[in-house]
């Protein structure tokens, strides 16, 4: 069966450092990788994806980046945190555009 | 990608079904209706999804309006487990990308 993995699962930066955070699937290859944000009491905004090893899509401008070094990891990136990059921060995979989205548990970032 | 509309909170007792709405009126005719959960601090559980016809798995089934504008969720026999917020999404077929989640419905099953 297909885990996902992220970590850490809470992280406290102050503004102006950097950030990385790691997601890894296990048990399928070539998944489509997925990062999103949700700020306190929203609904999900998809930050990046990437449909397979150096591709990478951004939805947004922002502060992030996102890499694909590997099949199955997928990595956040910020140089330098702002405040408003605070939030819970949710890797997902997918198998095929038309599946369905399967999240891990989560990173819950607080910049101070 | 058509945008979903949904109730902000739904109260359940316990062992009974529950009926959660959502209205998706600009739907296009290859936009699947899919459904999420997500427990206070975890990542969302996918539950189900569905083109046009109604579909039903372990966790809950998925009833699609004839005119595809509006759906149902139903969890049969809810518990104190299935407290979450549900979202209601629509995605078109064959898109890499994913939609941005709504607000969703926050259940709260009442023992």
């Known amino acids: 069966s297909q885990t996902i993995h992220q970590w850490p699962a809470t992280l406290v930066q102050p503004v102006g450092s950097p950030l990385s955070l790691e997601c890894t699937v296990e048990?399928?290859?070539?998944?489509?990788l997925y990062w999103y944000r949700q700020a306190a009491g929203r609904g999900l905004q998809l930050l990046f994806y990437?449909?397979?090893?150096?591709?990478i899509s951004s939805e947004v401008p922002q502060n992030l980046s996102a890499s694909r070094p590997q099949d199955r990891q997928f990595i956040l990136s910020s140089k330098k945190l702002l405040l408003s990059d605070s939030g819970f921060y949710l890797c997902?995979?997918?198998?095929?555009?038309?599946?369905?989205?399967?999240f891990g548990n989560g990173t819950r970032l607080t910049v101070t | 990608d058509a945008k979903t509309t949904q109730p902000p909170s739904m109260d359940c007792a316990e062992g009974r079904a529950a009926n959660l709405p959502c209205n998706h009126s600009?739907?296009?005719?290859?936009?699947?209706v899919y459904w999420y959960r997500q427990i206070h601090s975890q990542g969302p559980q996918y539950i189900i999804h569905?083109?046009?016809n109604n579909e039903t798995n372990e966790m809950a089934s998925l009833i699609i309006t004839e005119d595809r504008k509006s759906s149902t969720l139903i969890l049969p026999h809810a518990t104190l487990r299935d407290t979450a917020v549900y979202y209601c999404?629509?995605?078109?077929?064959?898109?890499?990308?994913?939609?941005?989640f709504g607000s969703g419905t926050q259940l709260t099953v009442l023992p």
């Open positions: 997902a995979w997918s198998r095929w555009n038309n599946s369905p989205l399967h």
């Open positions: 048990g399928t290859s070539n998944p489509n």
């Open positions: 990437s449909v397979g090893i150096g591709q």
């Open positions: 600009t739907i296009s005719g290859n936009e699947y």
């Open positions: 569905g083109l046009k």
């Open positions: 999404i629509v995605r078109v077929e064959g898109s890499a990308r994913q939609l941005t």
